[in-house]
C-alpha cells in the first residue's frame, strides 16, 4: 500500500488520538465574526520579538558548512551546566549529561521509544497533563497512564485503565504545570525520585516555564514554595541536590527557550541529567541524525549566558497577566493554582467546551482543560501570549 491509505494504517495501528487543536476550528470562526476579531488566548505561542541579541547570534554562526555535533558543541553544553547553577540552584550539574534538542516537544514525544519501551511497559504522566506525554507513550508501543501519586505505589507493576497490567519504566513530572501552573516542592520531586530509584524507574521532569513564577498569595508562600526577593514563586528542579543529592542518576530534566527567550521558531531546547541516560540518547540520535543546527545551538548557548532579556520578557507577562486575571474574575471565572507558567487556569463552573462557547460569542478563544484529561473537564486554559493590544480588547470583553 502507499500514498495516504498506508499513512492512514499506521496511524490506526498506533491508535493515536486526534490533534486536539482541530476541535476550536468552528468555535475560532465563531470568534473571528466579533466586531473588532479575535483575541486568541489558546495557544501559547510566543507573539513578542526574538531579542536582536539572540538574532545577532544567529546571523553571526550562520557560516556554517560542516555537520554539527548531536551531543552539542562544549561551550553549548557548559553554557547549560552555568545556567542551572546560576538559575536553578544545581551547582555541579556535569556538562556530558547535557544534550541540546530541537525543541522540547520532540523529545517528550520520543524519549519513550528513544529508551527502548514498548508494550509491557507504563509511562506514567500527571492527570491534567500536556497530551504529548500520552502521545509519546502510544508511539513507542507503551501504555500512558494519567497517576498524580506514582511515590504512593507499593510496586510499578499496575493496573491499565483499559485492563491488563504493566510496569512503570518512565515518569513525567511537568513543573510548573501545563497547564494548571501548580509548582511541585521540593519534598515532591524527591519522593518521586526515591520512589522511582527503589524501582528502577527513570524519571524526566519537563520544565520548561521555569523561569516563570509569579507571586505567591498574600498569606505565605504556595504549597510550600520558597519566594525570591520579589515575592515570587522560586521553582525548583529536579536536579536539585536537595531532591537527587549528588547523584542525577536516572533522573532528566527537559527544557526549552521557547516562552523565556521567544526562540518556538528556532526550536532550541535541551535534556539534561544523567549521563549516562543522555550518552545512550546520544547514541540511538547519532544514528538517525536527530541534530540541533549549529546556528541555533550558538543562539541556545547566548541566550542562556543572558538573563536580561529573560527577565525583560517575563515583566511582559506579568502585565498581560495582571490585566487578563482580574477581568476572568469579573465575568464570573476562578483561577485555580496558576503560581507559575503562561496561563490561566480557569473554571466557570461548568463543562469546559460551554465556556470555549461562550468566550467565543465574546470573541476570545481558549482551551478547553478537557484537552489536558478527565481532571481538567470544567477548566478552560488561558494563555499570556498575546499582544498587549488584543490582551486590552480581550479583559474589555470580559469585563462587558
Not at 494504517?9 to 476550536?24: E, I, K, N, T, Y
Not at 493496573?159 to 518512565?170: F, N, Q, S, V
Not at 536539585?240 to 527567550?261: C, N
Request: aromatic content about 6%; proline content about 9%; charged content about 20%.
Amino acid at each position: 500500500m502507499t500514498g495516504a491509505g498506508a499513512l492512514g494504517g499506521g496511524a490506526g495501528r498506533l491508535a493515536l488520538p486526534d490533534f486536539p487543536w482541530d476541535a476550536l476550528v468552528p468555535h475560532a470562526e465563531r470568534a473571528r465574526r466579533v466586531p473588532g476579531g479575535i483575541v486568541d488566548l489558546s495557544v501559547g505561542t510566543p507573539v513578542d520579538p526574538t531579542p536582536a541579541l539572540l538574532r545577532d547570534a544567529l546571523a553571526a554562526a550562520s557560516d556554517s558548512p560542516g555537520y554539527p555535533q548531536v551531543w552539542g558543541t562544549p561551550a553549548v553544553r557548559e553554557a547549560v551546566a552555568g545556567w542551572f547553577a546560576r538559575r536553578r540552584g544545581v551547582p555541579e550539574l556535569d556538562p556530558d549529561g547535557v544534550m541540546p534538542t530541537p525543541g522540547s516537544k520532540e523529545l517528550v514525544a520520543w524519549l519513550p521509544t528513544l529508551l527502548g519501551l514498548g508494550p509491557g511497559d507504563v509511562v506514567a504522566h500527571p492527570a491534567a497533563a500536556y497530551p504529548t506525554y500520552d502521545v509519546g507513550a502510544r508511539l513507542a508501543g507503551a501504555a500512558p497512564l494519567a497517576l498524580d501519586d506514582v511515590a504512593s505505589l507499593a510496586s510499578p507493576q499496575v493496573e491499565l485503565p483499559g485492563g491488563g497490567t504493566g510496569r512503570i519504566r518512565l515518569v513525567w513530572l511537568n513543573s510548573p504545570s501545563n497547564p494548571t501552573g501548580a509548582v511541585d516542592p521540593v519534598e515532591r520531586l524527591a519522593a518521586v525520585v526515591a520512589w522511582a530509584r527503589e524501582h528502577d524507574v527513570v524519571v524526566a521532569s519537563d520544565e520548561c516555564y521555569a523561569e516563570l513564577g509569579w507571586r505567591a498569595p498574600a498569606d505565605g508562600p504556595a504549597e510550600g514554595l520558597d519566594v525570591d526577593a520579589r515575592g515570587d514563586v522560586v521553582v525548583p528542579s529536579v536536579l536539585d541536590p536537595r531532591v537527587v543529592g549528588d547523584d542525577p542518576s536516572g533522573v532528566l530534566a527537559v527544557y526549552s527557550l521557547s516562552k523565556q527567550s521567544n526562540l518556538a521558531g528556532y526550536r532550541a531546547a535541551f535534556v539534561a541529567g544523567c549521563p549516562a541516560l543522555v550518552r545512550a540518547l546520544v547514541a540511538v540520535r547519532k544514528h538517525a541524525g536527530v541534530i540541533v543546527p549549529r546556528p541555533v545551538q550558538e543562539v541556545l548557548r547566548t541566550a542562556l549566558e543572558d538573563d536580561a532579556h529573560v527577565a525583560e520578557q517575563k515583566e511582559r507577562y506579568r502585565a498581560r497577566r495582571d490585566v487578563l486575571r482580574p477581568a476572568l474574575e469579573a465575568a464570573g471565572g476562578r483561577v485555580d493554582g496558576s503560581v507559575a507558567g503562561l496561563y490561566l487556569w480557569t473554571t466557570f463552573g461548568e463543562p469546559a467546551l460551554a465556556t470555549v462557547a461562550r468566550l467565543a460569542d465574546l470573541g476570545v478563544l481558549v482551551a478547553p482543560g478537557s484537552f489536558y484529561g478527565a481532571a481538567g473537564e470544567q477548566h478552560v486554559r488561558v494563555a499570556l501570549t498575546a499582544s498587549d493590544e488584543r490582551v486590552a480588547a480581550a479583559a474589555q470583553r470580559l469585563h462587558g
